[in-house]
C-alpha cells in the first residue's frame, strides 16, 4: 500500500474541520480510490495552540477514525510555518498534500495534482488562484505590489498568486526537511529547493466557518519577512540610498558655497536646511531600520530554538 499524506494546519477551527474531513473523504472515496486504489490517506492535523475546542474535535475525530488520523497538539500558537514544518516532519506518505481546514483549498483538485505527479511524472504540483473580486482594492494592490517587488530583488522567483495548498513527492518533502531554519517563509522555501513544479488555477473560494486569521499590518509584516529572508538586496539598497544622498549633498554645497560668494545671502536657506536634515535623518533612520531587522533575524536564528513545542500527539 501507497500512502498519501494530508497535512493541515488548523487554529481556532473547531466548526471547520468535521466539515473538511468530510469534503475531503468524499473525493478520495469518489475520484481518488477508483483510479489509484494503491493510494491510502493519512491525515495530520496540526493544532496550533488553539483557544476554543480544536483539539477536542481532533480527538473525537482520531476515536472515529483511527486508522487514519493523526494530530500534533502544541503548546501555543507557534504560527502556520510552524504547523506546516511539524506536518511534514510527521507525514509518513509518498505524496505529502499540505491544505489549509477552511475549505478555501477545494479538495476537487486533488484527483488533478495526483495526476500531475504519477502520469505527467512533475515533483510538486501546486495552486493558484486566479481572481481576487472578493478582496479589498488596496489588499490585492499590495499583495500584486509584494510580488512584482519580491520577484525583483531575489533570486527565489515566487508565483503571483500561489497559494500554500501544494502536493509534492517524499523527495520534495525531504528537501523541506533539511531546511530547519528558524524564520520559515514557506513560499520562498518551496520555490527555492526547485523540482519539476505545475500550477493549476482556481476561482477564489469562500471559508466555510469561522474568519481569517490575517489582518492587514499581518500581511504587511509577513511580506517584510518574505523579502528579508529571501533577498539581501535591502542591505545593499541602503548603501546606495546613502551614496545617492552623499553625492547630492556634496552638489548642493559646491553651489550653495558658491552663491555665497558670488552673490553673498549668509542667513538665506535655513527652512531647506532643516527639511534636508530632517529627510537624511529620517533616511539614516529607515536604512538602520533595514540593518537591525537583518540583525534581528540572525539573532533569533542563532538561539536555535526549535520551531515549536509538541504537547500531545496521537
Ligand atoms: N493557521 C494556523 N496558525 C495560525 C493562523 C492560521 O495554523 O496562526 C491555519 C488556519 O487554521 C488555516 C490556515 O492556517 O487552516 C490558513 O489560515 P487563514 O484561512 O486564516 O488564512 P487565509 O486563507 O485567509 O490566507
Ligand atoms: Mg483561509
Redo the contacts with the bound molecule.
Keep these: 500500500m501507497k500512502k498519501i499524506s494530508i497535512i493541515?494546519?488548523?487554529?481556532?477551527?473547531q466548526t471547520?474541520i468535521p466539515l473538511f474531513y468530510k469534503a475531503v473523504q468524499q473525493v478520495y472515496q469518489t475520484q481518488i480510490q477508483p483510479l489509484w486504489p494503491q493510494y491510502q490517506l493519512e491525515y495530520w492535523f496540526?493544532d496550533?495552540?488553539?483557544t476554543d475546542e480544536t483539539l477536542v474535535t481532533l480527538q473525537q475525530l482520531v476515536c472515529q477514525d483511527s486508522d487514519h488520523v493523526h494530530y500534533v497538539s502544541f503548546s501555543r500558537?507557534?504560527?502556520?510555518e510552524?504547523?506546516?514544518y511539524a506536518g511534514l516532519q510527521h507525514a509518513t506518505g509518498d505524496l505529502v498534500v499540505v491544505?489549509?481546514?477552511?475549505l478555501?483549498d477545494p479538495p476537487a483538485l486533488l484527483p488533478q495534482m495526483m495526476s500531475g505527479v504519477l502520469t505527467e511524472q512533475y515533483d510538486v504540483i501546486g495552486v493558484k488562484r486566479l481572481d481576487r473580486q472578493d478582496e479589498p482594492v488596496i489588499c490585492s494592490l499590495c499583495s500584486r505590489l509584494f510580488y512584482w517587488f519580491i520577484n525583483q530583488i531575489s533570486m527565489t522567483k515566487i508565483e503571483q498568486g500561489a497559494?500554500?495548498y501544494r502536493m509534492m513527492t517524499r523527495q520534495v518533502v525531504d528537501a523541506v526537511l533539511d531546511m530547519p531554519e528558524y524564520n520559515r517563509f514557506s513560499k520562498g522555501l518551496f520555490s527555492w529547493i526547485g523540482f519539476r513544479t505545475k500550477y493549476l488555477s482556481y476561482e477564489n473560494q469562500e471559508?466555510v466557518a469561522s474568519?481569517?486569521?490575517?489582518s492587514f499590518w499581518n500581511l504587511v509584516n509577513y511580506s517584510i519577512d518574505g523579502v528579508i529572508d529571501f533577498s539581501d538586496k535591502p542591505l545593499a539598497m541602503a548603501s546606495f540610498l546613502g551614496i545617492i544622498s552623499f553625492i547630492i549633498a556634496i552638489g548642493a554645497l559646491i553651489f550653495i558655497v558658491g552663491r555665497a560668494w558670488l552673490f553673498g545671502d549668509p542667513t538665506g536657506g535655513w527652512p531647506s536646511l532643516v527639511a534636508i536634515t530632517l529627510m537624511l535623518g529620517g533616511l539614516q533612520l529607515f536604512c538602520l531600520g533595514i540593518v537591525g531587522k537583518y540583525i534581528s533575524k540572525s539573532y533569533l536564528e542563532s538561539k536555535r530554538r526549535p520551531i515549536y513545542i509538541s504537547k500531545d500527539e496521537r
Design positions: 493541515v494546519p488548523c487554529y481556532n477551527e471547520a496540526i496550533d495552540g488553539a500558537n507557534f504560527g502556520k510552524a504547523a506546516l491544505m489549509d481546514v477552511d478555501q497559494r500554500d471559508r474568519t481569517t486569521h490575517w
